[in-house]
């Protein structure tokens, strides 16, 4: 029986392409010549640390940006509030990875509420949906990417 999972994940390898290229914009721009400004990157998250506030939201502007060169959907940024410490300007971003329970609910309950011929199992951080015919798991992917999660959603593990 065909199936297939939804997931919502980072490639951490593409997350540290994206944090280097950000560093390297920095590193170039004019207007953060002399100032000391970096990305530091811990597992799936990202702090942001410049001298002024302005320059952090233009850091995590340039982030976002290589993000999706990186083929990194944005969505996943959870954006902390910048905090102020002495001299510089601190800001945490998280890449959120898995499918929490709520997100996992809202998934399959889209699923449900479109009465298509398919099985739903939350397993973990992601949903199995299992069918019997190919299509109505490629209809399935369809209607889940025109919908609004609030987050990135990947279809892995495909199985005829």
Known sequence: MPSFDVVSEVDLHQLT?????????VA?????KG???SFEREERTVVITAEAEFQVSQMEDMLRTALI?????????????????????????VLRHGLDSTQA???????KDAKMKVQTQIQGDQ??????KRDDLQQVIALLRKADIGLPLQFSNFRD
């Open 35 to 37: 100032v000391q400004a």
């Open 127 to 132: 949903v199995r949906v299992t069918g019997k």
């Open 69 to 93: 060169k990186c083929e990194i959907d944005p969505a996943a940024m959870d954006c902390g509030e910048p905090v102020t410490s002495g001299k510089q300007v601190k800001q945490t971003v």
């Open 105 to 111: 609910r809202a998934v399959v309950k889209q699923i």
């Open 17 to 25: 392409n994206a944090v280097d290229q950000a560093g390297r914009i």
């Open 28 to 32: 170039n721009r004019f207007d953060f």
